[in-house]
């Protein structure tokens, strides 16, 4: 089985540009978790889909943002760059709120390197 | 608001000689507890996780924890690490199955 994939696997930028990063999850997962790991600031939650919808959203300004597919798959979107969104950018699946687990396992992909220069 | 506290940002230690990475969290509620590891250039992986009942969890690689309630710790152990074993790991917590919060690492360099 396939597990979570994010492309690019390194995206190099410079301030003010655009970024977008994908996330294609486990099949049969429609939930997808977006985490910054910047350095020195550990691994921090930007943004939780479940169904299409957006669940919950970390502390991150509005620039960032993101949205999810039909068919479960994910992009997230940084708008105007800065230095700082330098960062690894992981994206996590499981399974969704429908399911009868008392708890669903969330599996991470490589991650995406964002260089911002 | 939940918090994670991981005391030690980085852990030397001899081949085969045991190893504990501490934990310690803070909620006002009930949690699910979680140990990741990362290795370089790669994503998450889960190591063992706590949602309830015992209080001892095995998970992969030998590693176990032990959830301590009156001591909001979380602390993870292997009785003998491998050079393999050399990598990050995190701590975290997650609310109802909502989102994680993790530590902020400690990083683990195993040495022949």
């Known amino acids: 089985e396939a597990g979570v994939t994010q492309s690019p696997t390194h995206l190099i930028k410079t301030s003010g540009q655009q970024a977008t990063l994908r996330c294609s999850p486990i099949?049969?997962?429609?939930?997808v978790y977006w985490y910054q790991q910047a350095l020195g600031l550990g691994l921090q939650f930007l943004l939780w889909y479940d169904e299409g919808e957006e669940r919950n959203r970390g502390n991150f300004p509005p620039r960032f943002s993101g949205r999810q597919f039909p068919n479960y798959s994910s992009e997230l979107n940084v708008n105007a760059l800065e230095l700082e969104d330098s960062a690894l950018y992981l994206c996590?699946?499981?399974?969704?709120?429908?399911?009868?687990?008392?708890?669903?396992?969330?599996?991470f992909g490589p991650g995406t390197r964002l260089t911002v220069l | 608001a939940q918090s994670v506290t991981q005391l030690d940002s980085q852990v030397p230690v001899f081949e085969e000689a045991p190893v504990e990475l501490r934990c310690n969290y803070s909620s006002s509620v009930s949690v699910y507890l979680f140990w990741y590891v990362q290795y370089p250039n790669q994503g998450l992986q889960l190591l063992l996780k706590y949602l309830s009942g015992s209080t001892l969890v095995k998970g992969i690689n030998g590693f176990e924890a032990e959830f301590n309630k009156s001591q909001t710790s979380f602390h993870l152990r292997k009785p003998s690490v491998h050079i393999s074993d050399t990598a990050e790991y995190f701590c975290a917590v997650s609310v109802y199955g909502d989102k994680l919060i993790f530590g902020t690492g400690t990083r683990l360099q195993v040495f022949p």
């Open positions: 099949s049969g997962h429609t939930s």
């Open positions: 996590a699946s499981k399974l969704g709120t429908g399911s009868p687990s008392l708890y669903n396992e969330q599996f």
